[in-house]
């Protein structure tokens, strides 16, 4: 089995900072994609951000030029360092990953999320 474990989150002033982690460990073989969604209150969840394993990316637009993603395959961690942070950032923050197993399957795997509050 595959598990995803997010950490980072929490409650931050409007202009604001946070970096959020998202650890993978398990039975894995290799990992293709990994990203960051979020799922804000009466809302669908979204994408945020993603990172390929040679580390091309894509962003949504509403976070160009405040978020980076980026990700250390040796651990198995993908980022979010998350600047100028604004009330409409508050979410559940989702890690995903594209993972091939040990046993050869591929699948997508989801973190438990992690609660990003941006509020003065």
């Known amino acids: 089995q595959v598990q995803l474990v997010e950490s980072g989150g929490g409650l931050v002033q409007p202009g604001g900072s946070l970096r959020l982690s998202c650890a993978a460990s398990?039975?894995?073989?290799?990992?293709?994609?990994m990203g960051w969604y979020r799922q804000a209150p009466g809302k669908q969840r979204e994408l945020v951000a993603a990172?390929?394993?040679?580390?091309?990316?894509n962003y949504a637009d509403s976070v160009k030029g405040r978020f980076t993603i980026s990700r250390d395959n040796a651990e198995n961690t993908v980022y979010l360092q998350m600047n100028s942070l604004k009330t409409e950032d508050t979410a559940v923050y989702y890690c995903?990953?594209?993972?091939?197993?040990?046993?050869?399957?591929?699948?997508?795997?989801w973190g438990k999320g992690t609660l990003v509050t941006v509020s003065s």
């Open positions: 990172i390929t394993n040679d580390c091309r990316t």
């Open positions: 995903n990953a594209g993972v091939r197993t040990l046993l050869g399957y591929g699948s997508n795997y």
């Open positions: 398990g039975s894995i073989f290799s990992i293709n994609t």
